[in-house]
């Protein structure tokens, strides 16, 4: 055994004094009790949000350019999600890094995305009874790589910007089947049939993970549309809020700070560097007994003295 | 107890230790120390009293499913009960840790409370944000696409996917309650044990250690 000079910040001179009666039971009671009125009164006076959710269909027929558009992103793979890198694909330098550290390229692509593939052709694979779409279908999957570029190359240049009635007016020439695919694929998502079928790409039946139908759904503009009405986009204070006046997660505010100021606000590896700041304040938090000087603060600050002034004025310090 | 067979039993010295370590008037003490006498003191049993709102009223909505509550009133008002629950559950811990840190309530042996209580600080904002990504309805959606940038530049989102709805609620309902629980557990019995930080003293001698 060693001694050790009194810490004053680590140390204690155990209580010997006076007791005083404590119910520990009945405290416990009237706690939950009353916990229980305060919720039941903010849940009768302020309820809780619940907007639905958005669908595909939803976007297609309120806005079935920004749709068409975004499907013709995802055909040619130039879409956030087809160029956004690991996990869910691989494009060189895409990683956030911190230093040369990219942790998500160490950890790989682990939920494969294809976005042709995933978002357009296979979806569209299961509307064959339709012969425009199983005609297009295969004259695209037989064509050469440098055919299937020319005709989006030719078909990017004109993209839709009007309708004619439902209709999207393609203007584009020598797109070869792509009007056709990029117009099935609109009239399948107007329909709700994509939204089942991006949801039972993965599976044979039950499913429960939405992530190719919500990749598909931020690549457009108007989910983000939506969410910017509802203040809830990321210069708004993004995630920690939810929909309609309601405190959301605001206990999130300093992860959603960070966003709002440089660094973080204008490097292309915000998001790791956010995080990488926000476990460094964590772990300060969680290991406060044994860093010191921060351990100290509480004695210099001299809140302890409001906190036990009863104490101290009985104790005559 | 004479047979020494019986006292080197593993049940026999767990329940010897726990004996001594948390005789009843611990466990379930009827008097405190006289410097206990804080508004600040209330915070800690109103973070108990809210968690305990938040697991009734997420056991009630889980017994009809996750969905349940846009189609019913009743389910929705539960839902109302959980989400402010939950708020209040955060307001009186963040108040809770304010004041232990101006207490340096750590002292005295008492750093395991504070980490616990910490910890299961973070793993509740983990349980509170995966509640968000299931309630099914358009917050879920649009805070899962912009929480999946940050996740997955950690590298996380390739084993904690944020778009997949079933792996999240598997979190939400049994994975980070068992862990917030667990610990909350155990930062409780560790106040029990070691009772409530006494006040700043002028004390200079040496310790032990």
Known sequence: ?317 | MNDPRIARQWTTRLRLRVEGTFPPEKILPDTQPSYVASWIYVFGVLTLAALVMVIVTGCLLAIMGPTWWHVSGVGHFINSMHLWSVEVFFFAMVIHLWGKYFMAAWRGGRSMTWVTGAVTFLTSIGAAFTGYLSQTNFDSQWIATQAKDGINATGAGSVFNVLNLGQMLMWHIVLLPLVALGLTALHVILVRKRGVVPPFADVTEAVSA
């Open chain 1, 1 to 317: 055994m060693t001694t050790r000079s009194f810490n004053p910040d680590v140390d204690v001179v155990e209580w010997t004094g006076a007791q005083r009666p404590y119910d520990i039971l009945k405290e416990g009671t009237i706690a939950v009790v009353f916990v229980l009125i305060v919720v039941l009164t903010l849940s009768v006076l302020f309820g809780s949000p619940d907007d639905s959710p958005v669908t595909l269909k939803q976007w297609s027929n309120a806005n079935p350019i920004d749709f068409a558009t975004t499907a013709y992103q995802e055909l040619a793979g130039t879409s956030a999600v087809a160029q956004y890198g690991a996990p869910y694909n691989s494009v060189p330098g895409t990683g956030q890094r911190i230093g040369p550290v990219s942790l998500v390229d160490l950890m790989g692509v682990t939920i494969p995305i294809n976005t042709a593939q995933d978002f357009v052709l296979r979806p569209l694979a299961t509307q064959l009874s339709v012969p425009a779409i199983a005609t297009s279908l295969a004259t695209w999957r037989h064509a050469s790589a440098s055919q299937q570029q020319t005709w989006l190359t030719n078909y990017g240049t004109h993209l839709p910007t009007t309708m004619h009635g439902a209709a999207l007016v393609f203007t584009a020439n020598d797109a070869g089947p792509v009007p056709s695919l990029i117009g099935g694929l609109t009239s399948m998502a107007q329909s709700g049939a994509l939204d089942n079928a991006l949801l039972s790409n993965s599976t044979s039946y039950y499913s429960t993970n939405y992530t190719e139908p919500l990749l598909f759904l931020s690549d457009g503009t108007y989910f983000a549309g939506l969410a910017t009405t509802k203040h809830l986009a990321g210069d708004q204070w993004g995630m920690m809020n939810e929909t309609g006046s309601f405190p959301g997660q605001a206990w999130l505010w300093l992860y959603t700070f960070l966003y709002q100021i440089t660094p973080y606000a204008t490097s292309p590896n915000a998001d790791v560097l956010v995080w990488a700041t926000m476990m460094l304040l964590s772990a300060l938090v969680v290991f406060v007994p044994f860093i010191p000087g921060l351990r100290s603060l509480p004695r210099r600050v001299k809140l302890y003295r409001l906190i036990w002034r009863q104490h101290y004025r009985t104790s005559g310090r």
